[in-house]
């Protein structure tokens, strides 16, 4: 993971700008977020970057917890007034079981891992978290758009720094949430617009309930 904590490192305080430029705004993220969780609740927010959505979210009264594995992507989000930020590896983080009415994870998901086991791990340590009936909205890119493997390319003030992002297959990820006690509700291809997922669209948003 140490060359995807020192890209985003090195992007922490152009990030938001750059982001403005990509496939989805701000604003539709949000929205589906808000869509899945309707009443102010306590989150996890897991690569949370800057605390572009979280943020927004505090601020609407949702009780929020930030995890990112790269310390200047939080210097961005302390410095804009996120509550509480740990700095680690997702599974890193230490939290009393059942904490959660939510997780999200927009724009990382397993965007940075192609590891199985990595993945089952991480679904169960989201599964612990979680209350009962709590929710999660995990974002992944999708293979069928982006390929098994990408490489991102952004600029960072002379230079240009670059990492590789995974893609991955819709069946074998639902089939793995309802492995791991977990029931799919929605798998999303888009937010801008919002759009149900098929091959065509560049991500897998999952929506899934903790059984």
Same mark, same amino acid.
């Given at each position: 993971? $140490?060359?995807?904590?020192?890209?985003? *490192?090195? =992007?922490? &305080?152009?990030? *938001?700008?750059?982001?403005?430029?990509?496939?989805?705004?701000?604003?539709?993220?949000?929205?589906?977020?808000?869509? &899945?969780?309707?009443?102010? @609740? /306590?989150?996890?927010?897991?690569? @949370?970057?800057?605390?572009?959505?979280?943020?927004?979210?505090?601020?609407?009264? !949702?009780?929020?917890?930030?995890?990112?594995?790269?310390?200047? =992507?939080?210097?961005?989000?302390?410095?804009?007034? %996120?509550?509480?930020?740990?700095?680690?590896?997702?599974? *890193?983080?230490?939290?009393?079981?059942?904490? +959660?009415?939510?997780?999200?994870s927009l724009h990382a998901g397993?965007?940075? &891992?192609? *590891? /199985?086991?990595?993945?089952?791990? #991480? =679904?169960?340590? @989201?599964?612990?978290?979680?209350?009962? /009936?709590?929710?999660?909205?995990?974002?992944?890119?999708?293979?069928?758009? !982006?390929?098994?493997?990408?490489?991102?390319?952004?600029?960072?003030?002379?230079? &240009?720094?670059?990492?590789? @992002? !995974?893609?991955?297959?819709?069946?074998? %990820?639902?089939?793995?949430?309802?492995?791991?006690? +977990?029931?799919? $509700?929605?798998?999303?291809?888009?937010?801008?617009?919002l759009q149900k997922y098929t091959?065509?669209?560049?991500?897998? #948003?999952?929506?899934?309930?903790? $059984?």
């Amino acid at each position: 993971m $140490k060359n995807v904590t020192s890209f985003y *490192d090195l =992007m922490g &305080t152009r990030y *938001d700008k750059w982001m403005e430029k990509g496939e989805s705004t701000l604003e539709d993220e949000l929205s589906l977020v808000i869509s &899945t969780f309707p009443e102010p @609740c /306590k989150l996890l927010d897991v690569g @949370c970057g800057t605390g572009r959505v979280s943020l927004l979210l505090q601020e609407k009264g !949702y009780d929020i917890v930030g995890v990112d594995i790269s310390k200047g =992507m939080l210097e961005q989000a302390i410095r804009k007034g %996120l509550n509480r930020t740990y700095n680690m590896d997702f599974l *890193d983080f230490v939290y009393p079981a059942s904490s +959660f009415d939510g997780i999200i994870s927009l724009h990382a998901g397993f965007s940075y &891992t192609q *590891d /199985k086991n990595k993945i089952r791990s #991480i =679904m169960k340590k @989201c599964w612990n978290l979680l209350r009962s /009936k709590g929710k999660l909205l995990w974002d992944t890119p999708n293979e069928d758009f !982006y390929g098994k493997q990408r490489i991102l390319e952004w600029p960072a003030g002379k230079t &240009t720094v670059e990492t590789i @992002c !995974y893609g991955h297959n819709v069946n074998f %990820l639902k089939i793995l949430f309802e492995q791991n006690d +977990f029931e799919v $509700k929605n798998i999303w291809g888009s937010y801008t617009p919002l759009q149900k997922y098929t091959k065509g669209l560049p991500r897998i #948003i999952v929506e899934a309930e903790r $059984k």
